[in-house]
């Protein structure tokens, strides 16, 4: 299993611990962690998911493996700016947002376009055209976030068999 | 100038309506329309330019020219699927959005992260964290999108200089 | 007819005056040259084209239209840096090699990837496991090069058809 | 350490031997093991790698992880084709090209633009211009191959310190 963790490069205390809270919570479940690779929501997840011994994977924007920050074991160099941030959520089975500006807006969007479940922690709500749309999964905790995530990919799965 | 008009590749009739309005619009003005050469809005968009003698772009998610809608006149084949959207706003001055759905937020939210301006005919809305988020020009008619985009592209270009 | 043209962003005045006369040579039979944007053989190819009143677009590596050399008329900004080599080629019918380095070579590669001819100006050979690959044809003058594209492009089409 | 193997996705039982060859050693020495992700030297290496508990990453063109061969364990999903092959090897601090078509020539002329060493296991040669380009380093042996993957890493590491 491969579980998104998105959020800004720069965030607050809150959404720092919450990050490394999913992060732990994700390695302790075995999952493999992927994420842009840099600060902020991505180093405390990645931070997080370390200190359980789990697996982590940058997608790095950049041209140099030394951008990403110290907890990413498996530095993937695009070079490719933000046109990276569609591989992020491709290559997950469900995609946690925390908190996050425009960059994980996208991410969000091209992980719904392409029939990925994104739990939302303190993140970005939509409507369209007037109407509520519901398709970010709301989660109170990152235990529920995880939680969910699992599930979603899970079901999502057998859908697909 | 070149300004992008973005859309489903589906639409209503009312969208294809006021997407036809707007590229008739754009290439009055002088634009060339950039878009991601398929269907629905891009389509319509593509018929009005062409009908007003403008120029026309198409950056085409597949492996074929072919795929471009019968109004495109330089497709762009990028073999890229979906990353391809980042490439439609980056080459655009001002991004006019028309309904839409995930693929189209997801293109909204790369012209935000770029600091590209953004208007909004019926499309999506924002919140961040329970803030409402404003970025999104709203326009009333194709003729105000217009209108706000070159203004808000000759303002970002004036900055920049 | 789309024909891509690719050699260095610095290149010698032999070069130049090659790609300078390919561009010209493109415009005159009606074709839109596409290449990379930048400079050396790619501009020289662009003011060539612009001198006879033929359409260039430029894909470029940076985040900034401002990069292209002042005889694209139609930049595309991709910001994926040499990963947009694959889109000069795949959205070109026929691909015209001048010189170059190594972008020239991944260019000549991904198009012959994507079963796109090239027609080789002074440009790279290649032997595969000590077998000579003669994929790349040669031509002796702009001219010629030209003739070759037309040619390949047309019997490609027919073949597809 | 990352290091790449690059070569086609069907290849002959010689090479086959010789990808798991390197494959194994790679992992022996504690490098993670990148490559594309699908079959012939792909998974030919990855299967090596596995054999001997290493990491294996692949890069996948497509848009599901399913396609990745049974052997690996990271797989990254592109939806960008081929021009995922530019993100291969500016992962890797050095490339093992073992047979290869256009694809792997393609790789080869990333990474030399990228500057990262290319070894080279009856793979392709090249001249430019008539002359002979001897950037990629000719091995003789899976061995030989994986020792100066080693070398030419760690000296290009130092020369950037």
Chains 1, 2, 3, 4 share one sequence.
Request: glycine share 14%; aromatic share 4%.
């Amino acid at each position: 299993m491969i579980i998104a963790v998105i959020g800004g490069s720069s965030c607050s205390t809150e959404e720092a611990q919450m990050a490394e809270a999913v992060g732990r919570e994700l390695a302790k479940r075995g999952a493999t962690l992927i994420c842009g690779g840099l600060g902020g929501v991505m180093e405390a997840a990645c931070r997080g998911a370390a200190s359980e011994g789990g697996v982590t994977v940058g997608i790095l924007p950049g041209d140099r493996g030394k951008t990403a920050n110290p907890y990413v074991q498996i530095p993937i160099v695009t070079g490719m700016s933000y046109a990276r941030n569609v591989i992020i959520v491709k290559s997950a089975q469900a995609v946690i947002a925390i908190g996050g500006s425009y960059g994980t807006l996208s991410e969000i969007a091209h992980a719904l376009q392409n029939g990925i479940p994104v739990i939302g922690l303190n993140t970005w709500a939509l409507s369209r055209n007037g109407q509520e749309d519901n398709s970010i999964n709301l989660a109170q905790s990152p235990a529920e976030a995880v939680e969910k995530a699992f599930a979603l990919a899970k079901k999502m799965e057998t859908s697909q068999t």
